[in-house]
């Protein structure tokens, strides 16, 4: 069964550092392309960052550009967001979700994914 489960969220003051997991059973993340989004209360879901290990492509959210890394460990099939230097227009639920074939582009801007995680909650709060 696929499955991708989030981990890592929780509250943390401005200018702090979080680093959430996506751990997926029933397939191999190195084969597709993966992405983390995020859906803020009454916002639309965007996409943060998307990474394609097959040709190295990565597509980064302007607001979050020098602060967010994407990276992955193959032999646990996981993929970890690195978030610093944290605001409070941050503070969303967080998804990581992959796509076969979509371009990095297209699964960041069009939010657009095949399996998507359950989502980890991410406060920033002073």
């Known amino acids: 069964q696929l499955q991708l489960v989030e981990s890592g969220g929780g509250l943390v003051q401005p200018g702090g550092s979080l680093r959430l997991s996506c751990t997926a059973s029933?397939?191999?993340?190195?084969?597709?392309?993966i992405g983390w989004f995020r859906q803020a209360p009454g916002k639309k879901r965007e996409g943060v960052i998307c990474?394609?290990?097959?040709?190295?492509?990565?597509h980064y959210a302007d607001s979050v550009k020098g602060r967010f890394t994407i990276s992955r460990d193959n032999a646990k099939n996981t993929v970890y967001l690195q978030m610093n230097s944290l605001k409070p227009e941050d503070t969303a639920i967080y998804y990581c979700?992959?796509?076969?074939?979509?371009?990095?582009?297209?699964?960041?801007?069009?939010?657009?994914?095949?399996?998507w995680g359950q989502g980890t909650q991410v406060t920033v709060s002073s």
């Open positions: 979700a992959v796509h076969p074939y979509f371009t990095v582009q297209t699964m960041c801007r069009a939010a657009a994914a095949d399996y």
């Open positions: 029933g397939l191999i993340l190195d084969y597709h392309g």
């Open positions: 990474s394609r290990s097959s040709d190295g492509s990565v």
